[in-house]
């Protein structure tokens, strides 16, 4: 009988077809539901560790869960384009592109490598921006109240994803201080969403200090 053992390239690009669907999935789920099922599934948080991350009641974190996952089990989303392999040339080429762009508040340089219905949520805050101007706006008031000078991205991932430590120089010293975790989610050779926590509490789990030499 032949061997009808999947290789190891195939069982990588099945491992990836389900990720990119999980993700592709991921972004139609309300920002909430999107939030908890990160922390939980991705993550691996505990529920009262969730609750306190977003300021909710362990039930409503539970209950939120159970959504998310019934919304994603009957959601059959549509193929998007391939996303780049983690860590190859091209996820780097873009990545790095991006935080080029972000730390030297080129707004028009981070708005191009969006796709057109691309998402900025933050949660657990209740702000969340979709398409290329309300993305723009939010960035050009975002540098109104921290100069790029002052801003710094350190590399670091969430689960298939790339994402950076997002820091902020301290005015009266040279030390940065965190304010959160972007992670993007890729789609071909664009960045389809950012989603950005704000909390403090889950940089130990990404390997980031809280605060950095300038």
Do not use: C
């Not at 592709?24 to 599934?41: C, G, K, M, S, Y």
């Not at 201080?177 to 789609?187: D, K, Q």
């Amino acid at each position: 009988m032949p061997d009808t053992t999947p290789g190891p390239d195939a069982r990588y690009e099945t491992k990836e077809a389900v990720t990119l669907a999980f993700l592709t999935a991921l972004q139609r789920l309300p920002p909430r539901q999107r939030a908890v099922l990160v922390l939980r599934d991705v993550l691996g948080f505990h529920s009262a560790e969730v609750a306190s991350i977003l300021d909710q009641s362990e039930v409503s974190v539970n209950s939120a869960l159970q959504r998310a996952r019934a919304t994603l089990d009957n959601l059959q989303p549509p193929r998007p384009e391939r996303a780049p392999l983690p860590h190859s040339p091209a996820e780097r080429v873009l990545v790095g592109a991006f935080a080029d762009a972000f730390q030297s508040g080129d707004i028009d340089r981070v708005v191009a490598m969006l796709t057109d219905d691309a998402w900025l949520t933050m949660p657990p805050e209740p702000h969340e921006y979709q398409g290329h101007d309300a993305i723009a706006r939010f960035f050009s008031m975002a540098y109104g109240v921290h100069d790029a000078s002052r801003l710094r991205l350190v590399p670091t991932r969430a689960n298939t994803q790339p994402a950076f430590g997002f820091y902020v120089k301290d005015p009266h010293t040279d030390i940065a201080h965190a304010r959160g975790v972007f992670v993007l989610t890729l789609e071909g050779t664009q960045i389809s969403a950012i989603t950005r926590f704000g909390n403090h509490g889950i940089l130990p789990h990404f390997g980031l200090p809280r605060t950095l030499p300038w």
